[in-house]
């Protein structure tokens, strides 16, 4: 038996489900990049021409993610390969636990609909599950806090799917306030490319990518970080966090380390450079089943 439990999303971490890493080519990436227009970016289209990841490179980077997850005493799950699905490095879109309960996603992506079969083996083993039965929800939108869940309406979610959330909540008798997250434009895939939890009270965001009453219901109870517009669009506020004073972070993001650094959080950092040719971090690449209360 698996026991979910996710009462903060910085909680220190002890079990999770990872994706395998396949490989996979410049159509993908294509495809990738015009269902997210959002995180096109110059990391892996240059001068209009797709940029396919050098696999040996990303499947190592990958490989060290996970390896890192283990060093840090978090019992890893790997979905298996499905062979009608060319990518499945992000298991988070597909399912999200709050509290003692997994949540499988709705999504409106027929290639996410066939990537949460992987799922299949595992739902007889965690201890509760819940299906989301309208609308569309993905778990990169899904921020769960000590008190209040954030659901990011983004491309993937809207708000029929925050009222299947409530719903289910009310059958798992979970009594937590769900407060939805607008954007100031179209296009932005997930909450956690714009927001991420990176300590107690702390966060990273990109403001600019929120309405200014949205933001404010984050700033009420977070300190933030900013995160310019390359920091967000390399996706470097995509961070995933191994305890509550330990967070995975880009490499790259040498100012954003040193920023946790400064409230005294450890920045673990690590190169997903190659990895996120087709969008996604390393929240995206992880999916939490049981963190521990945030003292």
């Keep these: 038996m698996i026991h979910i439990a996710n009462p903060s999303d910085i909680g220190e971490l002890r079990e ?3 994706g395998p890493y396949k490989t996979y080519n410049w159509w993908n990436l294509i495809w990738g990049s015009v269902r997210y227009p959002d995180l096109a970016s110059l ?5 209009n021409t797709v940029r396919v990841p050098n696999h040996d490179i990303a499947r190592r980077q990958h490989d060290k993610l996970v390896q890192t997850l283990i060093d840090s005493g978090v019992k890893v799950h790997a979905l298996a390969s499905l062979p009608d699905v060319d990518i499945q490095l992000y298991p988070r879109d597909i399912a999200f636990a709050v509290d ?5 996603s709705r999504s409106r992506d027929p290639i996410r609909k066939k990537e949460q079969r992987a799922l299949e083996p595992y739902l007889t083993e965690f201890s509760k599950v819940k299906r989301i039965e309208s609308g569309h929800i993905e778990g990169g939108d899904v921020m769960v806090t000590d008190d209040v869940v954030f659901v990011g309406l983004s491309e993937a979610t809207n708000l029929q799917g925050i009222s299947a959330l409530r719903e289910c909540f009310s059958c798992a008798g979970i009594d937590r ?4 997250i607008e954007f100031s434009g179209r296009g932005v895939v997930h909450l956690d490319t714009k927001f991420t939890m990176v300590g107690p009270k702390l966060g990273y965001i990109h403001s600019s990518s929120l309405t200014p009453y949205s933001r404010s219901q984050i700033a009420s109870r977070f300190e933030l970080i900013e995160a310019n517009d390359m920091e967000a669009r390399s996706l470097m506020v995509n961070t995933v966090a191994l305890a509550p004073d330990r967070i995975i972070i880009d490499s790259h993001a040498r100012r954003l380390a040193d920023a946790l650094r400064a409230h005294d959080v450890e920045p673990v950092p690590l190169d997903f450079s190659e990895v996120t040719k087709f969008p996604g971090g390393f929240r995206c690449a992880t999916l939490p089943l049981r963190r521990d209360k945030v003292k």
């Excluded at 003692?100 to 499988?104: G, M, R, S």
């Excluded at 306030?177 to 939805?180: A, N, Q, R, T, Y």
């Design 16 to 18: 999770a489900i990872v």
């Design 43 to 47: 990391r892996y289209v240059e001068n």
């Design 100 to 104: 003692d309960t997994i949540f499988l």
């Design 177 to 180: 306030e769900i407060v939805p």
